[in-house]
């Protein structure tokens, strides 16, 4: 009764077809690979807002059929961070995927990615050190492990990512390279509110009061950026973020730093592209954000 209903609903309305296990990932995969289909890959932890569809979007222009994965990832998470309040809406990210034209939801469980005995990790450097390396020191060696496996176990042409996560889109364009994945990593521009603040799946945590400060840092930091790109030595730049945020009422800030746009080694000034990033608290969330910085 379903399928009829299902047969007379416009593609777009479908309801997405879910896959949990490798073989059955592997077993669409290939069949698309068999018809001559390109594939890509979108990796995701849920929650879903148009960023994350923005980046469906994009992957459907950049191959014929489309996986997204939804896997909120253990390994990537300290002890006291937000593993477990992470939000998580299956259902609600299912249809929000099949509006946006992706054609597979990959949805392991824990168990499935990491099963008894699971004994391996990777270690990253190069742009994986300092920014949120230091402040989250478990992160990028528990995506490059979770990336590295989605990558194998889908095999897809091509991924994408967001450049919300620069530095974890550099720390992944990197491992691809480094172990020979035959992969292209794609990024995409941040998506943003019509204020200016980086969609997030963690903006959830904001209060009304904090939702109308948060853009701030944004702002702040596509200032500096202008004052950078017109020759501002770094040091004044970024103090001058730090005074603005605060102001604002961020709490903590975990750094603000100006970085070479392709190794992320620290710059003093933008001599050439360079990119401004920063995290900081507001509330219970911590907001990343950084904004390119393009030398006249
Ligand atoms: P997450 O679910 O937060 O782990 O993010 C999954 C993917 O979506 C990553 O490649 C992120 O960089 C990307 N992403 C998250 N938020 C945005 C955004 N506002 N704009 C563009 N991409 C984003």
């Known amino acids: 009764m379903t399928s009829l209903a299902a047969a007379r609903l416009p593609e777009s309305e479908q309801p997405l077809p879910v896959v949990r296990s490798v073989d059955d990932l592997r077993a669409q995969v290939s069949a698309w690979h068999r018809d001559g289909k390109t594939v890509a890959l979108v990796p995701t932890m849920g929650a879903l807002h148009d960023g994350h569809l923005a980046l469906v979007r994009r992957a459907r222009e950049l ?4 996986v997204a994965s939804v896997f909120v990832n253990p390994t990537q998470f300290a002890p006291h961070e937000d593993f477990d309040r992470y939000p ?50 478990q992160m990028f060696g528990g995506v490059a492990l979770v990336v590295t496996k989605l990558f194998l176990q889908a095999q897809p042409d091509v991924a994408v990512f967001g450049e919300k996560d620069y530095q974890q889109l550099m720390v992944i364009r990197r491992f691809a390279r480094d172990l020979d994945i035959p992969v292209r990593v794609e990024g995409l521009p941040t998506v943003r509110e019509a204020d200016g603040l980086a969609m997030s799946s963690r903006n959830a945590y ?23 790109a017109g020759g501002a030595e770094a040091a004044t730049a970024l103090e001058a973020v730090r005074t603005r945020i605060t102001a604002a009422g961020f709490g903590s800030i975990d750094y603000v730093e100006l970085r070479d746009a392709d190794t992320l080694v620290p710059v003093t000034r933008a001599e050439r592209p360079a990119r401004l990033l920063a995290a900081a608290w507001m509330g219970k969330a911590r907001l990343i954000d950084n904004v390119p910085v393009l030398p006249a």
């Open 88 to 137: 998580r809406d299956e259902a609600g990210d299912s249809s929000k995927l099949a509006s946006a034209g992706c054609h597979l939801l990959y949805a392991p469980t824990v168990r499935a990615m990491y099963p008894e005995g699971f004994a391996t990790a990777i270690s990253v450097g190069g742009p994986a050190e300092g920014l949120c390396g230091t402040f989250r020191p």
């Open 206 to 228: 904001l209060s009304a009061d904090e939702r109308a400060r948060a853009p701030e840092l944004n702002r702040a930091l596509r200032d500096a950026a202008t004052a950078l």
């Open 63 to 66: 191959a014929d059929q489309v």
